[in-house]
């Protein structure tokens, strides 16, 4: 079973930038590809981003695309989500996820961080 921990949440100011880390442990990270979603309460998780485990193949969800980059260091276990022109809309929880394969659907990942609040202001 792969261990999740994210990190990096917070609270921001409209407009600005925030990067979130997710440390995995207990599995061979490389073959993992990751995922990150988030959600608010009352509403169905979101995807955000998705990495195969090489790196070479990203994703990024529509109301992200262009503001937020999902990237991976294999050498370090981790994989991060840089988060620019943040608006008041991307408040929400944090997670990431591993799995076999890249999906933007949560139920085809295996295992999830505990989650990472970000909070944007106006």
């Known amino acids: 079973q792969v261990q999740l921990v994210e990190s990096g949440g917070g609270l921001v100011q409209a407009g600005g930038s925030l990067r979130l880390s997710c440390v995995a442990s207990?599995?061979?990270?490389?073959?993992?590809?990751m995922g990150w979603f988030r959600q608010v309460p009352g509403k169905e998780r979101e995807f955000v981003a998705h990495i195969s485990g090489s790196g070479g193949y990203t994703g990024h969800g529509d109301s992200v695309k262009g503001r937020f980059t999902i990237s991976r260091d294999n050498a370090k276990n981790t994989v991060y989500l840089q988060m620019n022109s943040l608006k008041p809309e991307d408040t929400a929880a944090y997670y990431c996820a591993a799995g076999r394969f890249v999906s933007r659907m949560q139920s085809h990942y295996e295992s999830w961080g505990q989650g990472t609040q970000v909070i944007v202001s106006s």
């Open positions: 207990g599995g061979t990270f490389a073959a993992l590809a």
